[in-house]
């Protein structure tokens, strides 16, 4: 485990997934965590197993965005730690996009990151310096045709983390891409109810190392970003995906 007393975190998307289990791992390292999310109940559930504190607010809502990153603030008296970690995902290529669809994909996982790390870049410089990790996608990386308006949203979201990173250089705040590949559970919100990708790993290719990521895997490596031992570490974009990325397979 790493060392994360006297850290103060804010995780977007918390309530399940990914989220969750970044959300489980900084408290268990001993971080005071408060951590947002659409679903109420999902959240009550995840405040009292962990003991961080929740705050319900829409990503979609750029008003419940600022307000939520404000609110998380006051409650944490300071930050050291951003989880961009709120997102969906869309089924179609782009032609089969619908402009709704896209508005919607873009607010989630590209405007609110933009929008919580404008709220949080300042209180993260002023406490000292920080780190401000980005849940992105290796389809931010590499696009996938079948999910293609949501792999263009995620490589938005990667050149955020640069942009980041370099702003942030002169002023001790670090900021970096993590991209997990496939995850169970995966990203379950979707503007179009397409949730087979979440539910169905069956139906997924396996990676090199045979078996698929889970949250406390992309966990484990948030929480070292987060930590003073990575204070070098800044503009990286960091694929997690058990080689899957690396080329094809011997034998396939």
């Known amino acids: 485990m790493t060392d994360l007393r006297g850290k103060?975190?804010?995780?977007?998307?918390?309530?399940?997934?990914?989220?969750?289990?970044?959300?489980?791992?900084?408290?268990?390292?001993?971080?005071?965590?408060?951590?947002?999310?659409?679903?109420?109940?999902?959240?009550?559930?995840?405040?009292?197993?962990?003991?961080?504190?929740?705050?319900?607010?829409?990503?979609?809502?750029?008003?419940?965005?600022?307000?939520s990153a404000a609110e998380a603030l006051r409650m944490l008296g300071g930050l050291d730690v951003l989880v961009n970690n709120a997102g969906m995902i869309l089924q179609g290529?782009?032609?089969?996009?619908?402009?709704?669809?896209?508005?919607?994909?873009?607010?989630?996982?590209?405007?609110?990151?933009?929008?919580?790390?404008?709220?949080?870049f300042g209180p993260i410089r002023d406490g000292g310096g920080g780190s401000i990790v980005h849940i992105v996608s290796d389809t931010g990386i590499r696009g996938i045709f079948s999910i293609a308006a949501y792999s263009v949203t995620k490589a938005g979201m990667r050149m955020l983390s640069d942009m980041l990173a370099l702003e942030g250089a002169a002023v001790n705040v670090r900021s970096n891409a993590v991209c997990p590949g496939d995850v169970v559970p995966g990203v379950q919100a979707t503007p179009d109810g397409f949730a087979g990708h979440a539910e169905n790993p069956a139906n997924w290719t396996l990676p090199p190392a045979g078996r698929f990521g889970e949250a406390r895997d992309v966990a484990a490596l948030v929480a070292w970003l987060a930590t003073d031992d990575a204070r070098h570490m800044s503009g990286a974009t960091i694929r997690i995906d058990a080689g899957m990325g690396a080329g094809i397979p011997a034998g396939a």
């Open 8 to 67: 103060r975190a804010l995780v977007t998307g918390g309530t399940s997934g990914i989220g969750r289990g970044v959300v489980e791992r900084l408290a268990a390292d001993g971080a005071s965590v408060v951590f947002t999310g659409r679903d109420g109940e999902r959240g009550a559930a995840v405040e009292a197993a962990t003991g961080a504190g929740f705050l319900q607010a829409d990503a979609r809502d750029p008003t419940a965005v600022e307000a």
């Open 93 to 120: 290529g782009i032609e089969d996009t619908a402009p709704a669809a896209w508005r919607e994909l873009l607010a989630v996982n590209l405007t609110a990151a933009f929008l919580y790390s404008k709220a949080c």
